[in-house]
């Protein structure tokens, strides 16, 4: 099958500042999570869907960050303005289903420089 | 608030040598375990898991863990590793009733050839 689709792979961008990114999961795939890794750390969850409803944002810095995933396939996640801290590895993951035991499937990631 | 350390930050082997990596987790309920690799320039992905059963598991590669509950640990070992084994090796826990995964800070693993 194939993986989870992200892009772009690589982004360097002033801060204050917008970008976006994009994943594609793989296919019949209810469940997205957007993760983000900064340097020298784990994963941390940012935002769950399951289709197109939010599970979980309760770390998702709402003042600056936004996700969407409109017709519960493809996610985009924002951010406006960039600060120098969101500097970091965002990570798209899907799986078939929500469930404690169920594990994640991960994209190759967007790498965030801010300047 | 679960957490999950991972003490080693880098480690630096030999080809044939054994490998043991610790982490460790807070979280005074049930969980499900697991380790995730990334090899460089790939993505994350699945190593092992532990829901249930024998708490010795194993996983591809020749991996495998010990969940051992009194200690609040899932230690991850094998017996003797590969150049291809350098990446970096992450440690996950949620709890059973939730899909919230919690990560470690990971283990940069080098072989040496």
């Known amino acids: 099958e194939a993986g989870v689709a992200q892009s772009p792979r690589y982004k360097i961008i002033e801060k204050r500042q917008s970008v976006a990114f994009w994943c594609n999961p793989i296919?019949?795939?209810?469940?997205l999570y957007w993760y983000q890794q900064i340097l020298g750390q784990g994963p941390k969850l940012l935002i769950q869907?399951?289709?197109?409803?939010?599970?979980?944002d309760s770390q998702l810095p709402k003042d600056r960050f936004s996700a969407e995933r409109l017709k519960g396939v493809d996610s985009t996640l924002k951010i406006q303005p960039a600060k120098l801290e969101d500097s970091a590895v965002y990570l798209c993951?899907?799986?078939?289903?929500?469930?404690?035991?169920?594990?994640?499937?991960f994209g190759n990631g967007t790498r965030l420089t801010v300047t | 608030a679960q957490s999950v350390s991972q003490h080693n930050h880098h480690v630096i082997l030999s080809e044939a040598a054994s490998l043991e990596l610790g982490c460790n987790y807070s979280?005074?309920?049930?969980?499900?375990l697991f380790w995730y690799v990334q090899y460089p320039g790939q993505h994350l992905q699945l190593l092992l898991k532990?829901?249930?059963?024998?708490?010795l598991v194993k996983g591809i590669k020749g991996f495998e863990a010990e969940f051992i509950k009194s200690k609040f640990s899932f230690n991850l070992r094998k017996p003797s590793v590969q150049w291809s084994d350098t990446a970096e090796y992450f440690c996950?826990?949620?709890?059973?009733?939730?899909?919230?995964?919690?990560f470690g800070s990971g283990t940069r693993l080098l072989v040496r050839p």
């Open positions: 996950a826990v949620n709890a059973k009733s939730s899909y919230k995964l919690i």
């Open positions: 296919s019949g795939h209810a469940t």
């Open positions: 993951a899907s799986t078939q289903r929500t469930g404690g035991a169920t594990p994640l499937h």
């Open positions: 979280y005074g309920g049930t969980v499900n």
């Open positions: 532990y829901f249930s059963g024998d708490p």
């Open positions: 869907f399951q289709n197109n409803g939010v599970v979980d």
